[in-house]
């Protein structure tokens, strides 16, 4: 069974870091893009970073400067540091693996990536 892991979440105040890690199972992801997603309620998903199996990365507009990721192929694990934290950060945050014979095209699209986890909760208080 192929699973996605998130740990790290947490609250924080304003200003804070977290580290969320997703490890994997199942699989080996070595090989493919993974990705950092997060959701709020009543909002679409929003892309956050991506990684290649080689370390080539990418980040959306609003997180640019302050989020970080990375992987350990070794350990099946992706991750993502988070500093400078906003209220506008507070969301749910997903690990997304693009398990696919070719690269995602839009790097930041949730359809470009076939599995999940479960999500690990960031709230940033002000």
């Known amino acids: 069974q192929v699973q996605l892991v998130e740990t790290g979440g947490g609250s924080v105040p304003s200003g804070g870091s977290l580290v969320l890690s997703c490890v994997g199972s199942g699989h080996t992801f070595s090989g493919y893009w993974m990705a950092w997603f997060r959701q709020i309620p009543g909002k679409e998903r929003e892309g956050v970073a991506a990684?290649?199996?080689?370390?080539?990365?990418s980040y959306g507009d609003s997180v640019k400067g302050r989020f970080t990721i990375s992987r350990n192929n070794a350990k099946n694990t992706v991750y993502l540091r988070l500093k400078s934290l906003k209220p506008e950060d507070t969301a749910m945050y997903y690990c997304?693996?693009?398990?696919?014979?070719?690269?995602?095209?839009?790097?930041?699209?949730?359809?470009?990536?076939?599995?999940w986890g479960q999500g690990t909760q960031v709230i940033v208080s002000s």
């Open positions: 997304a693996a693009a398990v696919t014979p070719y690269a995602p095209v839009h790097l930041h699209e949730p359809d470009e990536y076939n599995y």
């Open positions: 990684i290649d199996s080689d370390g080539n990365t």
